[in-house]
């Protein structure tokens, strides 16, 4: 017997696994590191600006990410962003990310549940999560982040040698 286990209740898309991310305060050894002790090879790294809604109001973070081509589960390594949801470093596992068909509904069910919600992507023309969503489990403090299937296409050309797909430009909400 499993306790607390529902059979056919999936509160988010487990079958949508793809990557574990990473917060460092050097990132490039954390690169060098994992590069040399498990042969991980790299996409290309990105840095940019993002502006977040969040809790706390609308942040705006300069980020520099980087995905594993190696995976899935792909390594995604982020440079701490002090104010954001990415703001603690050197912690270990950050958080899970998941594939998820309906963002809305999938952040919905999180959040009706009581799980706490951290961030998305802010875009005032959409009401409600987008991109992705971060949530954390109550119990546990496992974070998650859900990020929009749509996102896919530009992410598997990121993985090919292509540019960051930010959902914020053209091309990286494709269907």
């Known amino acids: 017997m499993v306790v607390g286990h529902q059979t056919g209740f999936n509160m988010f898309p487990l079958s949508g696994f793809y990557h574990f991310g990473l917060v460092v305060s050097d990132f490039d050894g954390a690169l060098d590191e994992l590069s040399s002790n498990l042969g991980i090879e790299w996409a290309n790294v990105t840095e940019f600006e993002i502006v977040c809604e969040q809790p706390n109001g609308i942040v705006t973070a300069d980020m520099k990410v980087v995905y594993s081509t190696t995976g899935p589960p792909h390594y995604e390594i ?89 959902a914020m430009e053209p091309g990286g909400m494709e269907s």
């Open 78 to 166: 982020i440079r701490v962003a002090p104010g954001t949801v990415w703001g603690q470093a050197d912690l270990g596992i950050h958080h899970l990310g998941f594939w998820t068909k309906n963002l809305q509904e999938d952040h919905a069910r999180l959040t009706n549940s009581g799980y706490m919600w951290e961030s998305t992507y802010y875009n005032p023309d959409t009401d409600g999560p987008f991109g992705f969503t971060y949530h954390t489990l109550r119990n546990t403090g496992l974070r998650i982040e859900l990020v929009d299937i749509a996102r896919k296409p530009a992410f598997d050309n990121w993985m090919a040698g292509g540019d960051f797909p930010s």
